[in-house]
């Protein structure tokens, strides 16, 4: 029997992935609505292809939030039952002059 990898044992190279899947789409890009929808998909098949190259022991789910930079509050909050020695979740949030996006993974072992 396979041991199960723990998810948290490689979460710097998620948070690295990400990091660079979301800089390679969006870079110093303006914020538009009409691309959003582009981006988020963009976004989320790059670092999906990035996750499962790094361990096909986990079930991912990949949120990815756009928001247009302004002065208003923005709250996200997740929680999961889940197995909390085996799974688990990273955050990114990225940011330029004109848009904010907060990427979240979530690990789930099989």
């Not at 990400?18 to 789409?25: A, D, K, P, R, Y």
């Not at 709250?75 to 990427?103: A, P, R």
Request: aromatic share 10%; glycine share 4%; with cysteine.
């Amino acid at each position: 029997m396979k041991k199960a990898q723990e998810f948290s044992s490689f979460t710097d190279q998620v948070h690295s992935a990400v990091n660079s899947t979301v800089e390679n789409v969006l870079g110093s890009a303006n914020y538009e609505t009409n691309e959003v929808p582009n981006w988020v998909d963009t976004i989320t098949a790059g670092i999906l292809e990035n996750l499962q190259k790094m361990s096909d022991a986990f079930k991912y789910v990949v949120t990815v939030v756009v928001l247009q930079r302004s002065n208003t509050g923005f709250h996200l909050f997740s929680t999961c039952y889940w197995d909390q020695s085996l799974d688990g979740t990273v955050t990114v949030q990225w940011e330029n002059k004109s848009m904010h996006c907060i990427v979240t993974v979530f690990g789930i072992s099989l």
